[in-house]
């Protein structure tokens, strides 16, 4: 028996070659047990500067 899921949400194309979880979520936000604040780290050092603004290039910003 065959089922069928549908996913409904937003794509961002990352062009980054060989991207890796480090860069995915930075060790700095991995401090808990739990999954609250994470957002904050997703992708931080590509989307922020070394002065913490956001890059306006970036696909996420």
């Known amino acids: 028996m065959n089922t069928h ?27 808990g047990i739990d999954k609250s604040g994470l957002e904050q780290g997703l992708l931080h050092d590509l989307r922020f500067d070394a002065l913490g603004q956001a890059r306006p290039d970036f696909v996420l910003n």
């Open 5 to 31: 899921t549908h996913i409904e949400g937003h794509a961002a194309a990352l062009r980054i070659v060989n991207l890796d979880t480090d860069q995915i979520m930075p060790k700095q936000f991995l401090r």
